[in-house]
């Protein structure tokens, strides 16, 4: 993908960033180099990779699922300034 340097301003200009001519120069630069790295990467032949969870071969301890708390909503809900059918009540904020 090619990019100039109107296309640059334009999206300063969409950002409603500020941009000098010189920045706009290096920010094209930039963005230059960064969409060749892509068109590099896109250019992988990458059909026989199976793809990975992790970059080092490890395996993920796992706990067992069990419950570890008491429930004690009911606590918490005592002292909530309002509370309805087990729900906690706020103010309307959005109108």
């Known amino acids: 993908m090619t990019l100039s340097l109107d296309d640059v301003k334009r999206v300063a200009n969409l950002a409603r ?23 590099q990467m896109q250019a992988i032949e990458t059909s026989n990779i199976e793809p990975m969870s992790h970059a ?5 301890r796992l706990r067992e699922d069990v419950v570890t708390e008491s429930d004690q909503h009911m606590l918490f809900q005592a002292i909530a300034p309002q509370v309805e059918a087990g729900l906690y009540l706020v103010p309307k904020v959005i109108e």
Request: aromatic share 4%.
């Open 56 to 60: 080092q071969d490890m395996i993920q």
């Open 17 to 39: 960033i500020e941009i000098s001519e010189d920045e706009a120069q290096q920010v094209l630069m930039q963005l230059s180099g960064i969409f060749d790295l892509i068109e």
